[in-house]
């Protein structure tokens, strides 16, 4: 399994590391919403998508707004998983874009 650092995680990012910013090892993200009840829908399709992975997220949510933090946790590390699974929320979150 990959590891990410600070200097790596762009590239593994790829067109998605403007979303995300590394921070106290993990890869971190804020999404805003124009409704609490947008935002908690984007929620129940990522809490799907990260089932399916068997990879969770640790999130916040106040309002329209869903902070989202990714590590692996047994590994200690931000890994391929986390990677894989910021793409899916970055993707989801872009067509949540484009519908409203």
Known sequence: MTHYSKETIASALGEHATMWRWEANSIKAEFAFVDFKTAFDFMKVVAEAAEKMN????????YNRI?????THDQNAVTDL????????SRLYKSYKKAL
């Open 55 to 62: 990879h969770h997220p640790d999130w916040h949510n106040s």
């Open 82 to 89: 986390d990677v894989g699974l910021s793409n899916v929320i």
């Open 67 to 71: 902070r989202i933090s990714l590590r």
